[in-house]
């Protein structure tokens, strides 16, 4: 007859047993007597009955540890645990409700089981804790109590519960620090940040939301954890800031209150981010300053520059867009940083600037009227170059007050001797205006031309194309009508007057086309249009009671 084994009864418990069924790869904090710990569990008799649950009430267990809040089993066996570890515990009736359990819940002598999971632990003691796990090479400020920054954040919960983050609005959360308009720990925590920098905070309830947490996403006596980034910094009491980064070797003048000035730039935010850009689109900005035509405070950086000065101008929100920002890439409240380069300015009331090197030998010098030949290299105030009559291997040659070139240059060739040279700054008003030339004279250009005088051709007094170098005969009709048909027709008109040119008796205004000049005269001495010149329509210019442009 086979012999059957008794099933051995399992030893009496004395102690807890703590079975770890999931440990974290990181334990910052481990449970220690006196600490306030936030946790659910599952109770469970050894046969797998449930007789408890934090989860069914949806609401973790929150208790001090080691202050006789708890059944001594579970006050031992939380010890040492970590936020987001789970153990098995299993608890002997003695450090549980022994022989009188608990109610109809419990029986007598039970041995409890508990699925805990640790979720929250803080202390009393705990202070706001920081952890910078990036900090930018460069710090000119840190955040001061009433300064008020632009940052991102994620908040979670000590066991990584995300209950709120200002990337998944895409808008920043914007404050003062300092002066409770946060809660106290984010106020201590935010304090000696620099832009750009990260920081881990964590903060217990007392310095959070307390033992009733925000009535929503935020449970009550939860510590706090926030993933920050600062983004942007000020005082409502800044100014702006100038950080001059290069100045030309020479700086004959500074702007003023009424320049205009044109300028490239890059707008970047506090932390870097890109907004503007004159250069992207291939264009300088152009505006007068001191006059409120761009932010106040660009206006202010913008006084007191030299042409070629580089300069970094960071500007306060109170000073830039304000608290709407633009709409746009310029969020409300944002700090601005400009890196500008100027090209050129002038005033309205400019004009030109002649700086002269004139011959040992300077006899005749140039007027109104007069035919220069000169040779010119251009370049905007910048040294950008323009042009150069160099370049097409011949002098450029104009009539003085004919409206051939630009007013600026008009007024630097007059009164120049053949050999002087002359450096000219023309304002844009006496060059080519807003508009410039298209492709190569950017709108309100100063101009810089470095010119030369070669030849120079007496004019005619003003008003007049033609001139005698001698007495008029007194048969000056008939001798131009050569067929004695009494009219001059155009060709003997215009044979006669080149042949008193050609010998020397007169003279056409220099630097015209002279058939077009002899044509007009013509026509003019034509009075009733027909084709041809009687002897009664001739008159010298002299014997018209209105001034005639001829004879």
């Known amino acids: 007859m086979p012999r059957w084994k008794r099933r051995a009864h399992p030893a009496p418990m004395h102690d807890i047993v703590v079975e770890k069924t999931f440990t974290p790869e990181k334990c910052d904090r481990a449970v220690q007597q006196g600490d306030f710990v936030r946790y659910h569990y599952n109770g469970m008799f050894p046969d797998g009955k449930k007789f408890d649950s934090s989860y069914d009430r949806g609401t973790t267990y929150n208790v001090f540890v080691g202050r006789g809040q708890l059944i001594a089993g579970m006050d031992k066996a939380l010890v040492g645990m970590c936020v987001n570890e789970r153990s098995l515990v299993k608890i002997p009736p003695e450090l549980a409700y022994g022989k009188n359990g608990y109610g109809d819940i419990i029986p007598p002598d039970s041995i409890l089981h508990f699925d805990v999971l640790m979720l929250d632990i803080w202390n009393p003691e705990d202070k706001v804790q920081i952890q910078t796990y990036y900090k930018p090479e460069k710090c000119g400020r840190a955040v001061e109590v009433s300064d008020y920054v632009r940052y991102h954040y994620n908040g979670t919960l000590l066991d990584g519960t995300l209950f709120d983050s200002s990337h998944t609005r895409m808008r920043t959360y914007d404050t003062y620090v300092g002066i409770g308009w946060l809660i106290a720990g984010m106020d201590q925590g935010l304090l000696g940040m620099c832009v750009g920098e990260k920081r881990i905070i964590t903060m217990p309830p007392s310095l959070g939301y307390g033992e009733h947490g925000d009535g929503s996403d935020i449970p009550a006596q939860a510590s706090l954890v926030f993933d920050v980034v600062l983004l942007d910094l000020h005082n409502p009491k800044d100014e702006i800031t100038v950080e001059v980064q290069s100045l030309p070797d020479s700086c004959p003048r500074k702007s003023k209150e009424g320049d205009f000035m044109r300028y490239h730039y890059n707008g970047t935010l506090l932390d870097g981010t890109f907004f503007d850009s004159s250069y992207s689109r291939n264009r300088t900005y152009d505006t007068y300053i001191g006059k409120g035509y761009v932010i106040a405070g660009m206006d202010q950086g913008l006084l ?43 005033n309205p009331s400019d004009t030109v600037q002649i700086t002269k090197e004139k011959p040992e030998q300077c006899g005749y010098t140039t007027k109104r009227g007069d035919f220069v030949k000169y040779h010119y290299n251009a370049s905007l105030l910048d040294g950008t170059y323009i042009d150069s009559s160099h370049r097409y291997g011949k002098t450029y040659d104009v009539v003085l007050g004919a409206g051939q070139v630009i007013p600026g240059m008009e007024q630097g060739l007059m009164e120049m001797c053949v050999g002087e040279k002359r450096k000219l700054v023309v304002p844009p008003h006496l060059g080519y205006g807003e508009r410039g030339v298209d492709g190569e004279v950017p709108g309100s250009a100063v101009l810089v031309f470095d010119i030369e005088l070669f030849g120079v051709e007496e004019g005619l007094p003003e008003g007049y194309m033609f001139v005698w170098n001698e007495d008029v005969s007194p048969d000056l009709f008939k001798e131009m009508d050569r067929n004695k048909d009494l009219e001059v027709d155009p060709t003997e008109f215009s044979d006669y007057i080149q042949q008193q040119v050609n010998e020397g008796r007169g003279r056409l205004a220099p630097g015209f086309d002279p058939h077009r000049i002899i044509d007009s005269m013509y026509h003019n001495q034509d009075r009733n249009k027909d084709g041809k010149i009687t002897e009664e329509e001739f008159k010298l210019k002299a014997e018209e009671a209105v001034a005639h442009d001829e004879l």
């Open 304 to 346: 007191g520059v030299c042409v070629g000065e580089r300069r970094r101008i960071t500007i306060p929100p109170h000073l830039a867009y304000g608290e709407e920002g633009t709409g746009t890439k310029i969020p409300g409240s944002a700090v601005l940083v400009f890196e500008v380069l100027i090209i050129d300015f002038h």
